[in-house]
């Protein structure tokens, strides 16, 4: 761990320039409370980095908490073994699998359900019973929000089918709150944005805009962003749900689960840090409470780790969330080739397209340093490895 200064200490050895100067910058903020912590996978973000933890008293700033609220984690560990895999195999190639969980989730940006399907009809009830309670309309904000509960979205979001050390299979996927979440959240940042200069306050950077608790944009932000967490989560578990139907016809057998893990990466919470109650903004960070069960993803084709918190008060009980970029999208496209991404890929039943250039693993910090670097935030029980992987354009 580096102590940057007295309001910043970082647990990235790999540390641009840009983003140090950017979390400093927000560290800055007056009303944070003790310090912001930088996790091993730092980089640049809008407004506030990526890889932060950010505590606050009295406010919050919506871009600090990123305009995918509640993007996560999910997985879940099955009954099946390499040896099952080899079995199926046999039967019908692993691209079947891909091709039947890709027929099953919509991918991509826009990617929408046709219509609400049984298993999501009573997730979508109890969101609307959730907005009801808030006097939230999810359709002002995006009129086919329930036909987006179980879509995957685009970039870095992905499912997999992965072998853990022991060799039993993993069902591992990253999405979040869809359109709908990144309106409310575009909607917010607006109107901080609109305080900010409503009151002559001069800011170092406008995305740093916050909302003073206690007034009534506060309290709408936090209505309506735990409604967004709320509806990634359920996302996730209806896709895992699908995910799930499909491996079992894969295998010809009923998945039996032996442990589920969901967890956001992009999230506020109150909690109770260094003696007092904070706002603790997550964006791009996991909670890692002494025995919490965690989620941190490597990039396609690099490991993925099942991980238990250590409880690090320095690091405000948190660890990071994945691997961080270290290549822009548009940069990783005119550094790297097809034919580096499929030998990145080799062994890995993956959709054979250029559009996935910008996910190649070299665009991203390696994510064994990443994980040597969280040493002491988090215990790694699980080691994946994925076979299969399923992406958007």
């Excluded at 072998?163 to 909607?187: C, M, P, Q, Y």
Aim: hydrophobic fraction near 40%; include cysteine; aromatic fraction near 6%.
């Amino acid at each position: 761990m580096e102590r940057i200064s007295n309001r910043l200490l970082s647990w990235a050895s790999l540390l641009e320039d840009n983003t140090r100067e950017q979390a400093v910058t927000s560290s800055q903020m007056p009303f944070i409370h003790p310090h912001l912590a930088l996790m091993p996978d730092a980089h640049l973000g809008l407004g506030a980095t990526v890889g932060s933890v950010i505590p606050t008293l009295g406010a919050i700033m919506p871009a600090a908490v990123g305009v995918d609220i509640g993007c996560g984690m999910i997985a879940v560990r099955t009954q099946f073994t390499s040896d099952d895999v080899a079995r199926a195999v046999g039967v019908h190639p692993l691209s079947e699998l891909r091709e039947q969980i890709e027929r099953a989730i919509p991918l991509s940006a826009g990617g929408r359900n046709n219509k609400i399907v049984a298993t999501a009809e009573p997730r979508v009830a109890e969101l609307t019973a959730m907005a009801d309670a808030i006097g939230l309309s999810p359709a002002t904000y995006a009129k086919g929000w329930a036909l987006q509960l179980g879509s995957l979205g685009s970039g870095n979001h992905f499912i997999e089918v992965s072998l853990d050390e022991t060799d039993a299979v993993w069902l591992f996927l990253h999405s979040g709150s869809r359109g709908v979440g990144n309106r409310i959240a575009g909607h917010h940042i607006t109107v901080a944005q609109r305080i900010m200069e409503r009151y002559w306050i001069d800011l170092p950077n406008r995305d740093l805009a916050y909302l003073v608790e206690g007034t009534d944009e506060f309290d709408a932000y936090i209505a309506e962003l735990r409604w967004a967490q709320h509806f990634a989560l359920l996302n996730r578990e209806e896709m895992m749900d699908r995910v799930i139907r499909q491996t079992a016809e894969f295998f010809g057998a009923d998945v039996q689960e032996r442990e589920r893990i969901n967890c956001h990466h992009n999230f506020t919470e109150r909690e109770r840090h260094f003696g007092k109650d904070v706002w603790v903004s997550r964006k791009g960070a996991i909670s890692a409470r002494k025995g919490q069960a965690g989620l941190i993803p490597g990039s396609m084709g690099t490991a993925s780790y099942v991980v238990s918190g250590l409880g690090n008060p320095l690091a405000l009980e948190s660890s990071p969330h994945g691997a961080g970029r270290q290549f822009s999208r548009s940069a990783a496209r005119r550094t790297f080739t097809i034919e580096q991404l499929r030998e990145a890929m080799a062994g890995i039943e993956f959709r054979d397209t250029d559009a996935f250039l910008d996910e190649i693993p070299q665009a991203y910090k390696p994510i064994d340093q990443v994980m040597a670097d969280a040493v002491d935030l988090v215990e790694i029980r699980h080691t994946l490895r994925q076979i299969v992987n399923v992406k958007g354009n």
